[in-house]
């Protein structure tokens, strides 16, 4: 009795998740939100002026490479970078291994 009671319930929400899922799934196929289709298209655009750009900053004007030229000096100085070290790349680390001295040395 308690697994027919068991089966019943599953069918229920097994056909129940169907309609929702046939529901949903309209209603993502249409974007009739105005803002939500806007946030696409900007999105879509910077994603242009981005490639466009060559990896730089999109609509940079020369004051804001200037500060961010500024603020990359400043952050060299701070964490030890060379003049003409590239601080936007990850660290190249080189572990060596260790000089261990044999416990038993047959000498």
Do not use: C, H, W
Not at 23 to 39: E, H, N, R, T, Y
Not at 58 to 71: C, N
């Amino acid at each position: 009795m308690l697994t027919n009671q068991i089966l019943s319930a599953a069918r229920i929400v097994g056909l129940q998740t169907r309609r929702n899922y046939g529901v949903s799934a309209v209603l993502l196929a249409k974007a009739s939100d105005p803002i939500q289709q806007l946030f696409v298209t900007k999105l879509r655009e910077y994603a242009q002026k981005s490639q466009s750009a060559g990896g730089k900053l999109v609509d940079a004007t020369p004051e804001i490479q200037r500060e961010l030229k500024q603020e990359m000096e400043k952050l060299a100085k701070q964490y030890g970078g060379g003049q003409g070290e590239d601080m936007t790349a990850f660290p190249a680390f080189k572990f060596e291994e260790p000089k261990i001295d044999p416990i038993n040395s047959s000498a």
